[in-house]
């Protein structure tokens, strides 16, 4: 199955990638990824989960009512069994979400590694990835002009997975 949809974000017409990127995530809680992989040069600690109605109380461990960030869900994806590496530039705006990040994430289940070249933009799981032109910050997701693609492809997600642990396994 290779299914793709494309979005163009921009903080002018409102369009904006919020939805699919908490879908993605929601699928992720409730079945994690083997091996989840974040590429970014600037990463935030940005708001992924609006659980304030309760919404997605069956998804959380130990839920609340109330907004979830980056850093929490992937964290909270690590200890539901997912392993998780990022892959971001050293540079002191990512240093905000990497030590929420790693302080939260389960021992041994995420790895950081800094590249100070890297410029690609991806989130890839088991059998999907969103790709593009979108740094995972408020502006990436909320202001800027963006690209963002989200494809299901097996195949595809694999080839990018076994390229990222190539590059950037045990690289951190």
């Given at each position: 199955m290779n299914d793709e949809r494309i979005v163009r974000t921009s903080g002018n017409t409102?369009?904006?990638?919020d939805g699919i990127l908490a879908t993605v995530l929601l699928a992720e809680l409730m079945t994690p990824s083997r091996h989840l992989w974040l590429v970014s040069p600037w990463?935030?600690?940005?708001d992924v989960i609006d659980n304030?109605?309760?919404?997605?109380d069956s998804v959380f461990v130990d839920p609340s009512s109330r907004v979830y960030t980056f850093a929490e869900v992937l964290a909270h994806i690590t200890h539901g069994g997912g392993r998780l590496s990022v892959v971001t530039r050293p540079d002191s705006y990512n240093d905000v979400f990497v030590n929420r990040l790693l302080r939260q994430a389960a021992p041994t289940r995420a790895q950081v590694v800094q590249a100070e070249d890297v410029h690609?933009?991806?989130?890839?799981?088991?059998?999907?990835l969103m790709t593009g032109s979108?740094?995972?910050?408020?502006r990436g997701m909320s202001v800027n002009d963006e690209i963002v693609?989200?494809?299901?492809d097996p195949a595809m997600a694999s080839t990018a997975r076994i390229d990222f642990a190539r590059r950037f396994d045990n690289a951190g």
């Open positions: 409102g369009v904006r990638i990463i935030g600690d940005v304030r109605a309760a919404a997605y690609e933009k991806t989130l890839c799981g088991d059998d999907w979108m740094n995972f910050t408020y693609s989200y494809r299901v």
